[in-house]
């Protein structure tokens, strides 16, 4: 049974930088994955931050905070991370962790999600 858990969020001043966590449970060790950051504001839909492919470290980056965050992730500890930084106002939003078995690809979707984690910048 795969388990993610988020953590790391919190309340931050705009400007400021934030790093969540992923902790993922019941991967395949054997297999690679397809790793992702999404994020829903209050009234909005659900997007996608960043993706990372486990097999390789190939990242992509999507437009919604692209250029100020980085992705991460060891697969030793199966840990993922996303490092945020000059953090806006309008980047208040639940955060979640997610995976897919396989590559990373346009479109892709993901089995498995985190249940969040709420990333509050205040001004």
């Known amino acids: 049974q795969v388990q993610l858990l988020e953590s790391g969020g919190g309340s931050v001043q705009a400007g400021g930088s934030l790093r969540l966590s992923c902790a993922a449970s019941?991967?395949?060790?054997?297999?690679?994955?397809?790793m992702g950051w999404f994020r829903q504001a209050p009234g909005k839909e659900r997007e996608g931050v960043a993706e990372i492919y486990t097999g390789d470290d190939s990242a992509s980056y999507f437009e919604s905070m692209k250029g100020r965050v980085t992705i991460s992730q060891d697969n030793a500890n199966n840990m993922l991370y996303l490092q945020m930084n000059s953090l806006k106002r309008e980047d208040t939003a639940m955060y979640y962790c997610?995976?897919?078995?396989?590559?990373?690809?346009?479109?892709?979707?993901?089995?498995?999600w985190g249940q969040g984690i709420l990333v509050t910048v205040s001004s």
């Open positions: 997610a995976a897919v078995l396989g590559t990373c690809y346009q479109s892709v979707q993901f089995e498995y």
């Open positions: 019941g991967l395949n060790i054997y297999r690679r994955y397809c």
